[in-house]
């Protein structure tokens, strides 16, 4: 049955305004960390399962196909049942996965408990996002943003850190154990804290886009992940790819035709967006990679443990933290595109930084770099997540958040893929001809390559207008405020 739209008074007051980004905030860690944690346990859990590791790929395979199936559902699902009982059920389904896991027997059960595991994660996020989008004004959503997101900037890197700890001094399982308490005190708080809020109008299930958009995004990522890991042939690879791209050209054909698209491509002409987008996807790329690289780069070039390499890149947190105090002030002084297209830079110069660093470099360097990384980072990531939504129309949230957050993870497991790849290649290449042992080349070359990926975003921010995002910054007076942004093509 149709339902209306509640009161303004059921909106979040502002006294509970920093209580639900990080209600949204411990989701969004869970879903995030998920997706990395295991990269620093895939050894262990091969002598358990008596496998080799290169099979235990599978179990991170199967999270991110489960993201990129059941992402795109969960706008419709927060519209039709209202967004904190999606809320619960999905921390609930998540939790669900993460128990199966901890007492898998063996691995393709464990892959199962994975794919249960991304159901869960994949409503948690977006539909989180949409609750503080609907619920919070413009003119304060800059500073909700950075505490919801921050998670989004720290969880590729704090992944591996915590998978090397708990690996090493408890059990792999331990990593699934950690997300009980976590999401029990999430439902109990979302019950608290969390407004129910349906769409003034259901539409219907788009049933056949989620095939589509499923089979597509999930054959897609499934060739890209495997081929990086050379666990199958070209010719394999391919194929896949070629499933893919055909499922989201069909998915692009049916939702011209569609009242309600699952990934509404409409959405595309609002230019504010559409650079978040694209110029995210750039940074979200080696963002990943450096997640994935730089615990495994620490290890081998320096020797270090797992658990002191995490200890290092745990830096980068405390970098986020920092620059906390200043991303309200800093965006409302010069502006969405001028801090964003600068800021931008910073990744690239940082991944071209450390493909320069060996072995006999002070450890002190790479501290310095991730504090300064790890601000750069929130700061940026911040800024995407919040202009996205600076011209959206109330009316579109949902499909806009269902669709930027296919997009964010798309794009994240896409750079540790793509980042895998190559570190297979260049450990070919660059590998000692005797022994087989990687040399500093062998990262190098990863890291030069997601740099030179990540240099376009700084030229897609440079487009946009000097006033976007004015009215969320309040960096041009209200007076002057541009109307919204939207492409006339």
Known sequence: MPTTQPPP?????????????????????????????????????????????????????????????????????????????????????FMAGSLLCSVAPGLWP????????????????PVGRLVILQNVPKSALIGVMFWMMLPATLGPMIGPVVGGVLTTYLSWRWIFYIN????????????IFIPQIRAPEIVPFDVRGIMLSGVGLAALMLGVELSSHGQISLMAMLGLCAVGIAGLAAYARHARHTAHPVLDLSLWRVTTFRVSVCAGLFSRLATGA????????LQLEFGLSAAY??????????????????????YRRWGFRNILAL?????????????????DWPLWILVVMMLLLGMSQALQFTGYNTIAYADMPTGRMSAATSFYSTAQQMSLSLGICVSAGVLSLSRMAF???????????????????????????????????????????????????????????
């Open 343 to 359: 800021n931008a830079g910073v990744l690239p110069a940082a991944c071209f930084f450390l493909a320069m660093v060996g072995a």
């Open 9 to 93: 008074s059921c909106a979040i007051p502002p006294s509970r305004r920093r209580i639900v980004a990080m209600i949204v905030a411990s989701m969004l860690f869970m879903e995030q960390m998920d997706g990395t944690v295991l990269t620093t346990a895939l050894p262990t859990m091969a002598r358990t399962f008596g496998v080799d590791v290169a099979q235990t790929a599978v179990a991170l395979t199967s999270y991110m196909l489960s993201l990129a199936i059941f992402i795109p559902a969960s706008g419709p699902m927060a519209d039709r049942f209202g967004g904190r009982r999606v809320l619960q059920c999905a921390i609930a389904v």
């Open 290 to 297: 450096v997640g994935f690289l730089l615990p495994s780069f």
């Open 110 to 125: 464990l892959a199962a408990a994975r794919m249960l595991q991304g159901m869960g994660g994949a409503m948690m996020v």
């Open 180 to 191: 009980m308490p976590v999401g029990l005190a999430a439902i109990v708080l979302t019950r």
């Open 431 to 489: 590998s000692a001809p005797t022994t087989g042992e990687a040399t500093a080349g062998t990262f190098s070359a990863a890291f030069v390559t997601m740099g030179v990926l990540a240099v376009p975003a700084s030229m897609l921010l440079a487009r946009l207008s000097p006033r976007a995002g004015a009215e969320i910054s309040g960096h041009v007076r209200e007076g002057n405020a541009a109307p919204p942004n939207y492409n006339k093509n």
């Open 309 to 330: 390499s995490g200890a290092l890149t745990f830096v980068a947190p405390v970098g986020a933290l920092l620059v906390r105090v200043l991303a309200v002030r800093v």
